[in-house]
Nanobody, 124 residues
Framework: QVQLVQSGGGLVEAGGSLRLSCATS????????MGWFRQAPGKEREFVAA????????YYTDSVKGRFTISRDSAQNTVYLQMNSLKPEDTAVYYC?????????????????WGQGTQVTVSS
């Protein structure tokens, strides 16, 4: 099964930016749809963004549209989440996810593979 290794989390003040990275191994990267999820303390896991294996289609939850951008670099076997204009409500553990079946399982929050998670904390 594909392995997902995340990096790029940390502490940032409101209005700042962070970029999360998720590197893959174990299978051809371009064959996986990729996505990002987050879970805040005491709250249910939330879908954030997804991108098709070709990179031609992206999806975002309404709360991050215009602020977050998902992208992928097949040559680097890496997917990114660029997070701008961060708000305290964005504070959560962020998880990278992958699914060879396409974007639908990601949007439906049932991905095939998960990264280990990385903490993003936005201070006010």
């Amino acid at each position: 099964q594909v392995q997902l290794v995340q990096s790029g989390g940390g502490l940032v003040e409101a209005g700042g930016s962070l970029r999360l990275s998720c590197a893959t191994s174990g299978r051809t990267f371009s064959m996986y749809a990729m996505g990002w999820f987050r879970q805040a303390p005491g709250k249910e896991r939330e879908f954030v963004a997804a991108i098709s294996w070709s990179g031609s289609t992206t999806y975002y939850t309404d709360s991050v549209k215009g602020r977050f951008t998902i992208s992928r670099d097949s040559a680097q076997n890496t997917v990114y989440l660029q997070m701008n204009s961060l708000k305290p409500e964005d504070t959560a553990v962020y998880y990278c996810a992958a699914d060879p079946r396409g974007t639908q399982p990601l949007v439906d929050s049932v991905p095939d593979s998960w990264g280990q998670g990385t903490q993003v904390t936005v201070s006010s």
